[in-house]
């Protein structure tokens, strides 16, 4: 198995907004030249999230830019798209999700060897005063590691 990957977007604010669970490794559907955008980075991973329908599990909210060289296929950059998922994992997640409060996040989308692969999570999502106190905690971090470089010049 190839282990390389390069990472090409990454949803930082998913790990701001939410406490990761589990995470996943899935494979993407996806047509046309949307490959040829994805490896030159022309893909947003902001506001998107995962949904079960029918035993399956897609992705909303991805936006992957069209191919600027590409004249003939119009797909929508929007358009929800199928994760692939061994029926295990599928059925983990379905589990998971019909738990109140729990949801699918999409973390990064990454090349791995030829393929496009997508982290997911299962996830819960913070209250605001638990993303108050990861802004306070960052704020108190900061100046202690300011202090002590200060300390040792």
Do not use: C
């Amino acid at each position: 198995m190839n282990r390389f990957f390069k990472v090409i977007a990454d949803n930082r604010k998913a790990r701001f907004d939410y406490n990761i669970i589990e995470t996943y490794n899935a494979g993407l559907v996806l047509k046309g030249t949307e490959v040829k955008s994805i490896r030159s980075g022309k893909v947003n991973l902001a506001d998107s999230f995962g949904r079960v329908d029918k035993g399956e599990i897609w992705v909303y909210g991805i936006h992957i830019s069209p191919y600027k060289f590409d004249a003939v296929s119009k797909i929508n950059p929007t358009r929800p798209r199928k994760l692939l998922l061994e029926s295990n994992e599928i059925r983990k997640l379905i589990g998971g999700v019909s738990q109140k409060g729990l949801t699918i996040v999409p973390l990064k989308l990454f090349l791995q060897g030829d393929w496009v692969k997508m982290e997911i999570a299962l996830a819960k999502a913070k209250k605001t005063y638990e993303k108050r106190d990861v802004l306070k905690k960052r704020v108190i971090d900061r100046e202690v590691e300011r202090a002590l470089s200060e300390r040792h010049r």
